[in-house]
Every structure is written in structure tokens, then in C-alpha cells.
């Protein structure tokens, strides 16, 4: 199947651990992006990557890092977590060109305790 | 900068009635627009796009969306609503793009609970 699939899907952790979140696509898209989604339902974008170049990099603690070893993932490293932290994390990525959506995937739900 | 609002957090609808879920933005320069929608526990999925041309958008599922310029809306629309539409609609706004990619300014979200 062709999608943006991430890993894992739910994630469980305690404050101050390390996490990461993994994602794919085999859609062939230039960029890759992260959006955080709270409780409240609202999206808001993270970090973009094209061609393993950090785009855009709203501001989002330097806690949030991310990682793209090529073109086809984008992971997400999170370091010493905290309980604000917890939301739902979706991946998406898009092809080239200005008229183009995103493609999501199923999303990572993040719970910190 | 790019904003969207959706003054309703929810939209009650019977099955076999139309609905209408609501959207209006502020842009500078021409405005693309983009309506998705989220099933529980699931991704975002795209529904349809307004780019240029016609203000009549058709897009996935039997929705479509009417933009209105003067109004500065947006609204997604559907003749016929069924059960199975019940999920958290996003309106969206392009916001910054280039060669790059591009980034979007979503709306909070208008949660359709169709009625049996």
C-alpha cells in the first residue's frame, strides 16, 4: 500500500524519558512534515523537510528534534519529556509543487506521566 | 498572516438531510483552500481543494465546497448526509509555500455527528 505510515502508534512514557517517533512514505513526495494535535483538536505544524533540509521550524522547543536519514523518513526524537508533551503526533508528507495537499498518516498518540 | 476559523465546534444533522459545515479565512493574496477530514483514530484524509477557477468544488465522498470571495468562506457542503460522514472536519489555508513544500494553517476543527 501506498501511505505515510508512523510507529508506533501509541506511546507511553514517563517524564524526562527520550523518546522517538518513526515515519515513512513511499509516495515518492519532496517533503515531510510533523504536526502536533492537542487535546483540544488543534493542529499545528512543527517542522517541515525537503531534501533532508530543514525548512520551516516553528517554535517548538529544542527538545524536538528531527531526523531524516533520507528522503522517504522523517522521524521525530523528543528528549526529556514532559506532560505537555502529550498529544496526538501525525506525519504528513506532499509532492512538489504549490497546489498539492498533504498526505497524513494514522498519527502517534504520545501520553507522558 | 493566514488564519481560518470554523465558528462551529459542532453540526448536528439528520441522515438524508443536507449539511453544511462552515469555514471562513483571511488570506493576503489569492487564497487555496483545502477541507480534510479525520476519523477517530485516524490520519487526516483530503476531501477537496479550491486553487482557481470554478467556486463550486466537487470533491471525495459526495462533499463539495462553495468559495465565496466577497464573504471570504469557504464552506464544505454535502446534499445528503449519512451516518458513516460522522468525523472532525479541518478547514485549511495554504500558508507559507515555495519550491520547497508548503504549510498550512488549519482551523480548529467542526466536529458532524450525522443522526440515524
Known amino acids: 500500500d501506498t501511505a505515510v505510515s508512523q510507529t508506533p502508534k501509541y506511546l507511553v512514557t514517563q517524564m524526562g524519558n527520550d523518546k522517538s517517533i518513526k515515519c515513512e512514505q513511499n509516495?515518492?513526495?519532496?517533503?515531510m512534515y510533523w504536526y502536533k494535535q492537542d487535546s483540544k483538536k488543534f493542529l499545528k505544524i512543527m517542522f517541515s523537510y525537503n531534501n533532508k533540509e530543514l525548512i520551516i521550524n516553528e517554535t517548538v522547543p529544542n527538545r524536538f528534534s528531527p531526523k531524516s536519514p533520507d528522503k522517504a523518513h522523517l522521524n521525530l526524537h523528543i528528549n526529556s519529556l514532559e506532560l505537555g508533551d502529550s498529544a496526538v503526533y501525525f506525519c504528513?508528507?506532499?509532492?512538489?509543487?504549490?497546489?498539492?495537499?498533504?498526505?497524513f498518516g494514522s498519527g502517534t498518540r504520545l501520553t507522558v506521566v | 498572516a493566514q488564519s481560518v476559523a470554523q465558528p462551529e465546534d459542532q453540526v448536528n444533522v439528520a441522515e438524508g438531510n443536507p449539511l453544511t459545515v462552515k469555514c471562513t479565512y483571511s488570506v493576503s493574496g489569492n487564497p487555496y483552500l483545502f477541507w480534510y477530514v479525520q476519523y477517530p483514530n485516524r490520519g487526516l484524509q483530503f476531501l477537496l481543494k479550491y486553487i482557481t477557477g470554478d467556486n463550486l468544488v466537487k470533491g471525495s465522498y459526495g462533499f463539495e465546497a462553495e468559495f465565496n470571495k466577497s464573504q471570504t468562506s469557504f464552506h464544505l457542503k454535502k446534499p445528503s448526509a449519512l451516518v458513516s460522514d460522522s468525523a472532525l472536519y479541518f478547514c485549511a489555508v495554504r500558508d507559507a509555500w515555495g519550491d520547497y513544500g508548503q504549510n498550512f494553517v488549519f482551523g480548529p476543527g467542526t466536529r458532524l455527528s450525522v443522526l440515524p
Open positions: 504528513a508528507s506532499s509532492p512538489r509543487g504549490d497546489t498539492y495537499g498533504y498526505t
Open positions: 509516495l515518492g513526495h519532496d517533503t
